[in-house]
């Protein structure tokens, strides 16, 4: 039986591309921690909230005897700045992109604080008043963003007092600040020398062998946070520039800051899917289909990925996967799945690749079991191939769905031939 090649034709390619990354107003909620260096929880902890991208916003929460506090949030998608301070410890502050509906826990650390270094206090900072001084000074400079200033009195303590493990600590977040990254790394590892092993320290480690290129020692950096937990969280601000790129269309750099993102954490779905979705933009088809397809390996339902998964299959060219990607669109693009696949099958079929053919036939009906063409051609197919009785229920369900179709009086013959009362 002679077929005519059916044209079918896709939808426009622009209608399925998703949306940008995660930009939509929603709610979160912090629970977060404060704890002393040695990891126990401070109680009475005053956190004042508040946000520049969030007019109005303004919240003050005590931590309770866990050293927790919550706060809920009406927008995502922006940053927001929490003051710490409580008597005894170094006032804290943190500026933190918050871009995720639902609950995230965070813990942070507060230093106890810097004493004078005078006779009869208890616990010095250190022997040095002349180190403590320009320390003190440096932390005030540091907090007012004036680096230059900071990084000067940094280095006048560490002059002063050379063991000064804090200082050494204080010092190097300075230099990373002053665009100093061979020496703000020297200066973190003088502080882990001497003990220094708090997240701040060893994030900015981090990020300064990661500006030098230096592509060994800071992998071997990148254990230490993997250690203390912060992984995630540093993958997470990656992503976070790479958002903000998005956002101003530079396509090309987000895909570049979202593949940094998972060389770090290679797990983080928000940066997969960003990856796909710059990939996409920027003709980087099969990274992007890659992703779609890792994403959905954990979350076979999420339509941004099933969506990016077919368009990238289509820009490739790539039938095999492209196949599957249809079946997968199915269930939110289902006239494009039915086209889409019958489309391909009939190229099998009038290629006469028959084996292709039947099973493409197939995944429509994995679509939609009452299309009336792939049953018919499962049911031509399995004659074809020598199959008759796996063909008489394909005919037999192809004549009910379609008893007035022009093809139905040769599906009729067929089943007469081959023995089935119909």
């Known amino acids: 039986m002679h077929i005519t090649k059916r044209t079918l034709a896709w ?38 909230a508040s946000s520049k991208q969030v007019p109005g916003f303004r919240v003050v929460k005590t931590t309770d005897k866990k050293g927790i506090f919550i706060l809920d949030f009406e927008q995502v998608e922006v940053s927001y700045q929490y003051k710490f301070q409580v008597s005894g410890f ?15 826990h965070f813990e942070w650390t507060m230093q106890p604080a810097v004493v004078s270094a005078s006779i009869g206090d208890g616990a ?38 050379p063991n000064l493990r804090v200082g050494w600590s204080a010092l ?9 990254f061979k020496e703000a790394a020297e200066a973190a590892e003088k502080a882990i020398a001497m003990g220094a092993s708090d997240e701040a320290v060893l994030t900015t480690r981090w990020q300064a062998y990661r500006s030098l290129k230096d592509d060994a020692k800071a992998a071997e950096a990148l254990k230490e946070l993997e250690r203390i937990g912060r992984q995630t969280e540093e993958a997470k601000k990656i992503h976070n520039e790479a958002v903000a790129l998005v956002k101003t269309g530079d396509n090309a750099g987000a895909f570049a800051k979202f593949q940094e993102a998972l060389t770090v954490d290679p797990n983080l779905q928000e940066s997969l899917l960003g990856l796909a979705t ?29 969506r990016i998964r077919f368009n990238a299959a289509l820009a490739l ?46 995944k429509v009906l994995l679509v939609d079991p009452n299309q009336p063409t792939a049953n018919n051609y499962v049911g031509i197919i399995c004659v074809a191939q020598g199959a008759p009785e796996e063909a008489k229920p394909y005919l037999q369900r192809f004549i009910e769905l379609a008893p007035n179709d022009p093809e139905a009086p040769g599906a009729r013959e067929m089943l007469k031939y081959l023995g089935a009362k119909k």
């Not at 190097?172 to 100093?180: D, K, L, V």
């Open 11 to 48: 939808l426009l390619l622009l209608t399925l591309i998703v949306p940008g990354v995660a930009l939509a107003a929603r709610q979160g909620r912090l629970i977060g921690k404060i704890v002393d260096p040695d990891g126990k929880p401070i109680p009475g902890v005053t956190v004042t």
């Open 90 to 104: 170094a006032p804290l502050e943190v500026n933190q992109e918050w871009n995720k509906i639902g609950t995230e």
């Open 317 to 362: 060219g790539d039938k095999t996967r492209l196949v599957d990607a249809l079946v997968s669109i199915g269930a939110i693009e289902p006239a494009v799945a039915k086209n889409g696949l019958l489309k391909l099958a009939f190229e099998a079929y009038d290629a006469n690749d028959l084996t292709v053919a039947k099973d493409r036939f197939k």
């Open 172 to 180: 190097s977040s300075a230099h990373f600040e002053m665009g100093r």
């Open 124 to 161: 010095p900072v250190s022997t040095s008043e002349q180190a403590v001084t320009a320390f003190n000074t440096g932390i005030a400079a540091f907090k007012a963003e004036d680096y230059a200033t900071a990084e000067v009195k940094f280095k006048e303590a560490v002059v002063a007092d």
């Open 278 to 306: 710059a990939g996409l933009k920027i003709g980087k088809n099969d990274e992007a289909l890659t992703a779609a397809e890792t994403i959905l390996e954990a979350d076979p339902n999420n339509e941004k990925a099933i």
